[in-house]
């Protein structure tokens, strides 16, 4: 089965930028999206598409893929975006089968 | 605004059966698939299950392919996942989430409902 691999954790002073990488075989040949959750509450869609944003989400969260790493970059970094990232993707290789990244904890110090 | 609300988690048994409920709204429920995903305590996130928006098909991972059935009554905007023979390793916070479209990821979620297995 397809495997994500993204760093445990990524710390970033306020201002920063922060860079969450996701890892996959070829994933440039896929449609990578993001999600935020912060502690006890439910996944928010961040990034859809590689780099497209939904409506609501903030300019400074932006994505792109490429090879076998997509990234999502948080520029101007604020305490509020401290949460848990995951990347995901669906492998078309098997039947339906919808995958998530390990997940990244982004501290902001 | 689009609203998932998920209700039926609870204490169960090894072996045991629970039925979870997803009330949708804010949206056309008939014309959207849905899913089920969920996140063990302090682990990541898992997929379980998707319907399609007519319930015409039905797809689910292989850790609960069996045991657990992704249904929906669209003339009452709810999703359900009847979940049997449940493990300790099922314990989790399921949540619902909508499908956008003919595109493959989860554009809403609901507040999710904690589901524990132990004897």
């Known amino acids: 089965s397809y495997v994500l691999t993204q760093p445990p954790s990524v710390s970033v002073a306020p201002g920063q930028t922060a860079r969450i990488t996701c890892g996959g075989n070829?994933?440039?040949?896929?449609?990578v999206h993001w999600y935020q959750q912060k502690p006890g509450q439910a996944p928010v869609l961040v990034v859809y598409?590689?780099?497209d944003r939904p409506s609501g989400i903030p300019e400074r969260f932006s994505g792109s893929n490429s090879g076998n790493t997509a990234t999502l970059t948080i520029s101007r970094v604020e305490a509020g975006d401290e949460a848990d990232y995951y990347c995901q993707v669906w492998d078309s290789s098997s039947d339906h089968n919808y995958v998530f990244g390990t997940g990244t904890k982004v501290t902001v110090l | 605004q689009v609203q998932l609300v998920e209700s039926g988690g609870g204490v169960v048994q090894p072996g045991g059966s629970l039925r979870l409920s997803c009330a949708a709204s804010?949206?056309?429920?008939?014309?959207?698939?849905m899913h089920w995903v969920r996140q063990a305590p302090g682990k990541g996130l898992e997929w379980v299950a998707f319907i399609r928006y007519d319930g015409s098909n039905k797809y689910y991972a292989d850790s609960v392919k069996g045991r657990f059935t992704i249904s929906r009554d669209n003339s009452k905007n709810t999703l359900y996942l009847q979940m049997n023979s449940l493990r300790a390793e099922d314990t989790a916070v399921y949540y619902c989430a909508k499908r956008p479209s003919v595109f493959e990821y989860f554009d809403y979620w609901g507040q999710g409902t904690l589901v524990t297995v132990s004897s």
């Open positions: 598409d590689d780099s």
């Open positions: 804010g949206f056309t429920f008939s014309s959207y698939g």
């Open positions: 070829n994933i440039g040949s896929k449609s």
